[in-house]
């Protein structure tokens, strides 16, 4: 059977939407779909990167609203908590569901110039190997902020393969390996110049 030209466009446009996403600012509207990707995560380091309050904020976001939640990474933008620097988080929609979360610190303290880096990101559990991380990144690159940092450091631990294909697809040039601190293995250091 023939399915004729507007047919196929019409597959190749859904196609081609079915693996699109979009970086989209927090925003309460997005609970259902953030806390449900928040629940199916199986390690608490994913949860606590997933909620992107540090560890001693993790526990404060279970007494909090969602909408105070959402306040608070929109915020952080001008007024970070305290031992942050300001950071601007979007949440990547697929289908008007989150399926993940990326952040572009807009500096570097201590910490971050040595192991954290610009830029975190992490994948719902159940969205992961269809490529949404590369994505991110790509799109968080190409935003204004990104741009006027313009040298931009990425870290990842030594053995997280799919971090660092995520990094070195999107430009990242290997600079070194260090020590994240006693107990905590290796970084691996990128520079993405945009
Ligand atoms: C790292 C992470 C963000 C990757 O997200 P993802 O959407 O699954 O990644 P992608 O689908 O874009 O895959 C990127 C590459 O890694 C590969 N990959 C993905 N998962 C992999 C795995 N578990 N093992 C080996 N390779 C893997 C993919 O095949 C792809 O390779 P390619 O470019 O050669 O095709 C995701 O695994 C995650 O959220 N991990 C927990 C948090 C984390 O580690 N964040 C990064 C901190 S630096």
């Not at 609203?65 to 949440?91: C, G, M, Q, R």
């Not at 993940?100 to 969205?127: C, D, M, P, T």
């Amino acid at each position: 059977m023939s399915i004729g030209i507007k047919g196929r466009l019409a597959i190749e446009i859904s196609m081609d939407k079915k693996n699109t996403i979009e970086l989209v600012k927090p925003h309460s509207r997005y609970q259902a779909s953030f806390m449900a990707a928040f629940n199916e995560l199986t390690t608490d380091s994913d949860r606590i990167s997933w909620i992107y309050m540090g560890e001693a904020g993790y526990k404060v976001f279970f007494n909090m609203s969602f909408a105070d939640y959402v306040n608070t990474l929109l915020i952080s933008e001008s007024t970070p908590s305290a031992h942050f620097v300001k950071d601007t988080t979007y949440w990547a929609v697929k289908d008007d569901e989150v399926v993940g979360r990326i952040s572009l610190r807009h500096e570097l303290n201590e910490f971050l110039a040595k192991i954290g880096g610009h830029i975190g990101y992490i994948v719902a559990q159940s969205h992961r190997q269809q490529g949404f991380a590369g994505d991110m990144l790509q799109r968080l690159l190409a935003t204004p902020k990104a741009k006027d940092i313009g040298k931009l450091l990425l870290t990842c631990d030594e053995n997280n393969v799919a971090s660092e294909k995520t990094i070195t697809k999107n430009g990242g040039i290997f600079e070194s390996l260090i020590s994240a601190g006693p107990g905590k293995g290796n970084k691996k250091r990128f520079w993405i110049n945009v």
